[in-house]
T-cell receptor, first 114, second 109 residues
């Protein structure tokens, strides 16, 4: 069982829908991350949260809106997405954002935008 | 130059072969380095950290060459179950890890 849990695992949405991805970590970590992985491209960092404060926003379009209500939960709210936003969205955590250690990933949410 | 570069492969090798991948990076200030394994449609999982002195875990050996700015992964006695995409990752001072696009390995019977 992974220490980082993502739901839903699969999501299909139309361009006018609003949906949210959820991530929960059970590792007691203080830093949480959203990455996007598109086919044949490297993982792209989207957002970094440290102790519920957003510390990195990697030029992500405003149709992606993150929320971190506490250090264990991270959301990615989606609205008016484009077909090119179809990808695997990976949540990750590590003890602190200033750490240089490994990232622990959830199983990902595979998003298809029609 | 990309921050992290990997040969996408695929590397097709027979069972029992030895195979090596390199990953080059551009930021000389990078402090920590990792190899992750990613199976098809799954999340990346840490394979091993890469230390300055090199490290070995069973059939896997990782090395760091700071002077030439690359890390390597050597897999000995390849198994069918080693078939996956291998991602290198490093800390580039952005509070997160930066990943290469991965090298695909296919071990054939």
């Amino acid at each position: 069982e992974t220490g980082v849990t993502q739901t839903p695992r699969h999501l299909v949405m139309g361009m006018t829908n609003k949906k949210s991805l959820k991530c929960e970590q059970h590792l007691g970590h203080n830093a949480m991350y959203w990455y996007k992985q598109s086919a044949k491209k490297p993982l792209e960092l989207m957002f970094v949260y440290s102790l519920e404060e957003r510390v990195e926003n990697n030029s992500v379009p405003s149709r992606f809106s993150p929320e971190c209500p506490n250090s264990s939960h991270l959301f990615l709210h989606l609205h008016t997405l484009q077909p090119e936003d179809s990808a695997l969205y990976l949540c990750a955590s590590r003890p602190g954002s200033g750490d240089t250690g490994e990232l622990f990933f959830g199983e990902g949410s595979r998003l298809t935008v029609l | 130059r990309k921050e992290v570069e990997q040969d996408p492969g695929p590397f097709n090798v027979p069972e029992g072969a030895t195979v090596a991948f390199n990953c080059t990076y551009s930021n000389s200030a990078s402090q920590s380095f990792f190899w992750y394994r990613q199976d098809c449609r799954k999340e990346p999982k840490l394979l091993m950290s890469v230390y300055s002195s090199g490290n070995e875990d069973g059939r896997f050996t990782a090395q760091l060459n700071r002077a030439s700015q690359y890390i390597s992964l050597l897999i000995r006695d390849s198994k069918l179950s080693d078939s996956a995409t291998y991602l290198c990752a490093l800390d580039t001072g952005r509070r997160a890890l930066t990943f290469g696009s991965g090298t695909r390995l296919q071990v054939q019977p």
